[in-house]
């Protein structure tokens, strides 16, 4: 029987994905070999640390649902998400930066008219959010998907609350830009909140004495033919975690300064009866080509297409 120290183990094991038929796959494969080789020998961990290791990431996959993804939420708790991101969008030309996805995208959303309060029985102080989506140099996109969700004023996204299963959706939807680009819908303002912290993922935060907050943000995926999808994220300017997102999501670029305002009528003309706030913020698209993100639970074939 063949004995391999060391450096020989993992040479061995490198070659033996050398016949994997599709190039890229094989480069990651080996890659992700030598690098995890070189971190066992870099930490030399005890049996019962690795045993710890292996318990996590079986917890961690055992609280994946078909509305939770718990691995989504480890790579953004890492960093490594958004490094991923970034590896993918080195060039923006001045497009809109790009965050994370996140774990709470269930996939194709409703279409609504513009103006639709999407707040649903939500309860909160009311915002009217205002967008434009055009190319670079200013020139309005039509007819662009704009998926929109956020969480409510408790902090929770309908995936998370029990009666998602039966009640359906809310605090999300779809809009297409009308010809100038623009759409525009009525909602509730966002608030802080934690990351879910009763799996692996919140557990391993906690232990490390992370707190385990995101500052308060409204999620856009926004997609039109000839151009890169575009994930991103509006923060509202003044949150107090903006400096210390547990997913390093936050860009400068993507804060709005969020209006309080005490106008009788919105800016479509609706009547409101209390004090409310103003988003407004322009998406920038980047010519090319792309894969928006499938729903959570896709299969591989799925996701491929």
């Known amino acids: 029987m063949t004995q391999f120290n060391e450096a020989q183990l ?6 033996s994905f050398e016949r994997t038929p599709d190039a890229r796959t094989k480069f990651l494969l080996q890659e992700l070999v030598k690098s995890l080789h070189d971190y066992v020998r870099k930490t030399n961990p005890t049996f ?3 045993a710890s290791a292996v318990d996590f990431l079986t917890r961690t996959g055992q609280k994946c649902t078909a509305s ?3 691995f989504i939420l480890l ?3 890492l ?3 958004m ?13 809109t930066e790009t965050t994370v996805l996140g774990p709470f995208y269930v996939g194709e959303h409703k279409v609504m008219a513009h103006g639709t309060d999407i707040s649903g029985t939500s309860v909160g102080e009311k915002m009217f959010v205002q967008g434009r989506v055009t190319d670079p140099a200013g020139a309005p996109v039509a007819g662009a998907a704009v998926d929109v969700w956020h969480a409510d004023d408790e902090g929770f996204y309908d995936s998370q ?3 998602y299963e039966t009640e359906g959706p809310s605090l999300r939807t779809r809009f297409i830009t009308d010809s100038d680009g623009r759409f525009f819908f009525r909602t509730i303002l966002p608030c802080s909140y934690p990351i879910p912290t009763d799996g692996p993922v919140g557990e391993m935060i906690l232990y490390a004495q992370r707190h385990p907050m995101r500052p308060a943000h409204v999620h856009f995926l926004v997609d039109a033919k000839g151009y890169e999808p575009l994930i991103t994220h509006v923060f509202i300017g003044g949150d107090k975690y903006l400096d210390s997102d547990v997913v390093f999501g936050v860009k400068d670029e993507l804060i709005a300064q969020v209006e309080r305002r005490t106008d009788p009528v919105m800016p479509d003309g609706e009547s409101v009866a209390a004090p409310w706030h103003l988003m407004t913020y322009e998406f920038r698209m980047k010519a090319g080509a792309g894969i928006a993100p499938k729903p959570l639970g896709a299969t591989a074939a799925e996701a491929a297409e």
Not at 10 to 15: F, I, M, Q
Not at 83 to 95: F, K, S, Y
């Open 68 to 70: 939770r993804q718990e």
């Open 79 to 81: 960093g490594v998400s």
């Open 75 to 77: 790579s953004d708790v």
């Open 10 to 15: 993992t040479e061995a094991v490198v070659a």
């Open 48 to 50: 019962d640390e690795w």
């Open 83 to 95: 490094l991923v991101d970034a590896v993918n969008h080195r060039e923006r030309g001045g497009a």
């Open 161 to 163: 609350r029990p009666a």
